[in-house]
């Protein structure tokens, strides 16, 4: 089940919200912390309004809500709440309220007994687990806080201990504890909470890390994913940004393939490896900063690795972490889909960082030279070495003019810093080619002020695709839709 947690401050707000959405879910949670005065609208006429299954939840600061008043304030609001029959009401673990217990039972009201930590996973979290699912009808709530993959690897890990409990919630808050809540099925979760949010505009969401029902349900599926549904991803950090899952989810959908693409922050390799062999991940795309670390840790390579040293994706074949890189591709094909190779007389690539290199690698392998302008002359003058380019400072701007071929490879313009360019003041020409990596914006100022000198230009959404769909096809074997 798909659960809103509805967090306007109004009741007829939080009705606007949940018409908005109901299509995506299946109940909702309204959380009294939230509301100006949860007792405005009588609770009754609360209950006929909202007419879907609903939580009663009255979350106090400590546990991550916002009310601060007293508890015998709270305990008569729920009082009154519970005399309604409302679905399910939430009481923490520490929370001792035997008459609302009592009347709960006699009213058919499910109590959902709750957890939450904010500091992180903690040792104890089986127990934990057992202590809420003490009273037998009471369904057990625990949310908790990965900071790190190896947090959100205990998450998975306690499925298996806690098998016996049918009905549970179990969840990771947080960028690390997203996955969490995507495969909420099989951690054997009876719900998964989201709210009315953008994942990005997180002021609206009702704890770290929901995302909206719309991204739940239209590109996360998350309905559909049963025990037989394969799951891919992308690791990075940061990497909660990506755009990689509209690429492969969308695809999954319009190819009838059983798949889900979820987004992995990781900041230890080893432990994501153990959560990928626990989670059977069939396999990953993989970002920044972990393109050369990576390699270290597969079973086959791809001999092209060898030269590029980067590798971007990774397939589970027959046992084995198999490595390959789709940025070459991705970065060429759209290039030369806009000019022929003979066309290209001088290349240019400015920046020195992982993206530089690899956007090298793809120019070298079809038989361009290459020239790197970097800001600072140490990593600019490495990269030259390493890769046998020659190396001008960024300063030198003025001698762009002589290339034919300029590609941005650093992240300056990228969003929000829309405004900047490396380029101030240079004056781009007609045949020139133009190309920045960057996607978001969709047309970067850099790529803005060839266009308007008339150069052609490719931008970084056309390299992320093209890479995206090669890697669907390795990871599905099936061609892109
Ligand atoms: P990635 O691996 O994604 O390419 P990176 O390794 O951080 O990222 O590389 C970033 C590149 O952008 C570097 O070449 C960096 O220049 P320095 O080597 O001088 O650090 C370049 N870069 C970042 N900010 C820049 C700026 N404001 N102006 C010019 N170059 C910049």
Redesign the pocket.
Known sequence: MICLTLMESSIEANLKVIKKNRSFIDMVELRLDMLNDPLLVTPDKVKSKISIPTIITYRKKRDGGKYEGSDDRRRAVLQIYSKIGFDYIDLELDTFYPEIEKISNENGTKIIRSYHDFSGVPDNFESIIRQLSAKSGEIPKAAVYPKSSSELLKIFDVIKEVKDIKDKIILGMGDFGLSSRILYKKLGSMLSYCSNTNYSNSTRSGAPGQVSPREMVNLYRVNKITNSTSIYGIIGNPVMHTRSPEIHNEAYSRAGIDAVYIPFPVDRLDMFFKLANLLKIKGFSVT?PYKVEIIDFLGIKNPELDSINSCNTVVREGGYWKGFNTDINGFLKPLLLHVEISFIKKCAVI??????RAVISALQSIGLEVSIF???HE??LKLALETDCSYYP?ERQDLLINYNLIVQ????GMFPHVDET?LPGFKFSPDQIVYDIIYTPIKTRFLKEAEERGSVTIGGMEMLMTQGIEQFELFTKHPYP
């Open positions: 920044v920046g020195a960082g992982g993206a530089a970097n800001r600072s990593n600019g960024l490879t650093t992240s300056v490396p």
